[in-house]
């Protein structure tokens, strides 16, 4: 028999259309809904590029307002999901309590809906259930590093934009504005990258039409490995191994030595360099500035100069992302959350166009486990026959 031609990883595999966003690694280019995502990037609110994700077009004034509208409504940290982020040890990981959040506000949002034909939900009740999500995660979040540190919840400020607000949430305190930009384009770059693992285990939970909010616990699930998601926190456990400029060699000639994934570099799309990382490096520069830290800069570029002179492999977008968090004042354990609250809308869009041109997604596999075999003495039953 001819043996399968198996894509490892379904590299190089194209599965299905979609015209939410375009990643096109010869270009180095990603396009929203055909908008470059470093033009969005410099002009947008992320709640703008939410809508445009979501529905194909920019927001006009009006839509914009009443999309912050049910997003401001939705901002509090709601008493089920705090109950169950409380349970949650302390020391678990806190992608756990994200995971763990979304699921109870699927419990709370599909109530009722015991017939699961009835869970999946109209177009329009999906396209709520995205900005209600997208409102709620930041509280999440938040809470989850603010209780980490021993910290109440902060009321949500419902003056404040999203990214604001967030970060209000988070440290108690309005943020100045340029770190409150440099916040919003990391949003913004975040929030959608076509068929990336996590966007695709969205996608298969959805072809077996089941809701969006299990749809998108599975996406967190995705997200959370180092391979994906995990990268970003993963970059600055190396940052603080390596301490400073100076020893980026010596600590590169062990890593490699060893074989060692140098995390924030490297993607299965990109070859030539991430497109997203000019303008998150830009964004990165900016707080380096703000909070005069030069000493970041100077690893940053040692590490990346160096890695892609020995290896020629480039740095992907949660290199720049993990420092700028890290100066922001984010626990390195919040990145990956992070990276959540921003590619829930992306996800979101995704679920949302599989359900609206659904095919159930069920691969094949080849075999190579034991030729047939039988249990010994076992007598088949041929009575019934
Ligand atoms: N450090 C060291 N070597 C690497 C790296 C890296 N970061 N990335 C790739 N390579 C090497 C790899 O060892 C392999 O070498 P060889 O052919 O000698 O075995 C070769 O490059 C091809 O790598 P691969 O892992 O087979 O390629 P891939 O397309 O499957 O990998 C990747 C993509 C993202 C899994 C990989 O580059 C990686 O593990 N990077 C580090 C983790 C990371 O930063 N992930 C974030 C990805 S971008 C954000 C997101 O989408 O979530």
Redesign the pocket.
């Known amino acids: 028999m001819a043996e399968p031609d198996i894509k490892k ?1 379904l ?1 190089g595999v194209v599965v299905d259309y979609t015209a939410v966003s375009k990643v096109n690694p010869d270009t180095n280019s990603l396009l929203y809904r055909g908008y470059p995502v470093q033009e969005l990037a410099a002009t947008q609110p992320v709640e703008a590029v939410a809508h445009l994700l979501w529905t194909g077009e920019l927001p006009s004034e009006d839509q914009l307002s009443t999309l912050r509208r049910t997003e401001r409504e939705n901002r509090a940290l709601q008493p089920d999901v705090k109950a169950a982020i409380d349970l949650i040890p302390l020391d678990a990981h806190p992608m756990d309590e994200v995971r763990t959040a979304v699921s109870v506000i699927g419990a709370r949002e599909t109530r009722g809906t015991l017939n699961v034909m009835d869970a999946v939900g109209t177009p329009q009740e999906n396209l709520e259930r995205s900005i209600r999500l997208f409102g709620e995660l930041p509280a999440i979040v938040a809470y989850s590093q603010r209780r980490r540190r021993g910290l109440e919840p902060v009321e949500a400020r419902d003056d404040l934009d999203y990214a604001a607000n967030f970060l209000w949430l988070t440290f108690g305190e309005e943020a100045d504005e340029v770190v409150v930009d440099a916040f919003n384009r990391s949003m913004i770059l975040y929030a959608e ?1 076509s068929f ?1 693992a996590s966007t695709f285990t969205a996608r298969v939970i959805t072809s077996t039409l089941s809701d969006l909010y299990s749809a998108v616990v599975g996406a967190i699930g995705a997200l959370k490995g ?4 995990g ?1 970003n926190e993963a970059v600055l456990h190396i940052f603080d191994e390596i301490g400073s400029a100076e020893n980026v060699t010596p600590w590169l000639d062990t890593a490699l030595a060893e074989k060692r ?8 799309v990109y070859k030539r360099g991430d497109s997203r990382v000019p303008t998150m490096k830009a964004a990165l520069d900016t707080l380096v500035a703000h909070y005069d830290r030069p000493d970041v800069a100077a690893l940053y570029d040692a590490l990346e100069s160096e890695f892609v002179a020995r ?1 020629g ?1 480039y740095p ?3 290199y720049p992302s993990g420092p700028a968090y890290n100066l922001i004042g984010f626990d390195t354990l919040t990145f990956t959350p992070l990276f959540v609250a921003a590619r829930v809308v992306g996800w979101t869009a995704h679920i949302m166009e599989q359900q609206a041109s659904n095919a159930l997604i069920r691969p094949l596999s080849a075999y190579n486990g034991p030729d047939e075999r039988h249990i010994e003495g076992y007598v088949p039953d041929t009575s019934a026959i």
């Not at 994934?261 to 299965?268: D, Q, S, T």
């Open positions: 990883g590299a990258h990336n180092p391979l994906h998601g990268a994934k140098i995390m924030g570099f490297g993607h299965r290896k492999i992907n977008l949660d």
